[in-house]
């Protein structure tokens, strides 16, 4: 599906990317653009054949956020229509954050508000060095509420105060050391370098990869107790008995290629 919000390309290996494709307006989202994004999420949460989500953006731009006309028309709403609206945005941000394959952001030039929440709500992202990012909420007299979990979880509680209450940029550099990001590259390498992560998860047995990524967001901030001792070793028991896990060891031993590499 391709419309003119978003751009969906499909690859055999089970790679999809998912495309900002609003330029012109420096890929800034408003109603119409979070139900598809949401919509697509879903879709592809729910497609078996997807192995990796790559979000990404055309132009100079990742996300503006809030799109100009859209804000417009929020500053008429009365508190029940902008409760709605923010329950879709809320809704696009835990959809997104919640997929079972893992997702790979890839940000080059201007990530701003809810654009750094899509961020944030990714399990890698990948920035070009002159990428640069800014929580702007403040400034309108707003607060990011709605990203606030991610971005937390992302970069911690000290740096959110920081950046949340000041509404300055930060560059890539900062982003990485925040965590925001993993890695930093020169723009013209950032679509090969995110699709070579991709391509690494790939050669990855696929439901040990879900598995894997839930065990992160299942051992989360748990207490190391008992309880968590046991649902650990359940885990990994479930897996080696699994067929999956029996051909990747079996594989490894005899010095072969897994069958979900044979493709």
């Known amino acids: 599906m391709n419309n003119s919000a978003i751009k969906i390309s499909k690859y055999e290996t089970g790679i999809v990317r998912v495309t900002l494709n609003q330029p012109e307006i420096h890929n800034a989202f408003d109603e119409e653009c979070i139900g598809q994004l949401t919509a697509t999420f879903k879709d592809l949460d729910n497609d078996k054949s997807v192995r990796v989500l790559i979000l990404d953006a055309a132009g100079k731009s990742f996300s503006a956020g809030a799109d100009l006309n859209w804000m417009k028309k929020m500053a008429e709403y009365s508190y029940d229509e902008n409760d709605k609206d923010s329950q879709a945005l ?42 640069s990012f800014c929580f702007s909420e403040v400034k309108l007299g707003l607060i990011p509420a709605v990203i606030s979990p991610f971005v937390v979880k992302a970069i911690g509680e000290r740096a959110a105060k920081r950046y949340f209450i000041t509404a ?9 050391e925040l965590g925001l990001i993993s890695e930093s590259v020169d723009e013209g390498d950032l679509a090969a370098r995110v699709m070579s992560i991709a391509e690494l998860i790939i050669d990855n047995g696929p439901e040990a990869v879900i598995a894997a990524k839930e065990l992160i967001n299942d051992v989360s901030n748990k207490s190391l107790d008992d309880q968590l001792k046991m ?8 897996m080696r008995a699994s067929n999956q896990g029996k051909e990747g060891v079996n594989a490894f031993l005899e010095k072969r290629k897994a069958n979900w590499e044979q493709n």
């Open 168 to 176: 300055e940029r930060f560059d890539a550099n900062r982003a990485l």
């Open 90 to 131: 809320a809704d696009l941000m835990s959809t997104l954050y919640q997929m079972k394959c893992p997702t790979i952001a890839a940000v080059q030039g201007s990530a701003y508000g809810g654009g750094v929440g899509l961020v944030a709500c990714c399990d890698i992202a990948i920035a070009s060095r002159n990428a």
């Open 231 to 238: 649902m650990t070793a359940n885990r990994i028991a479930e």
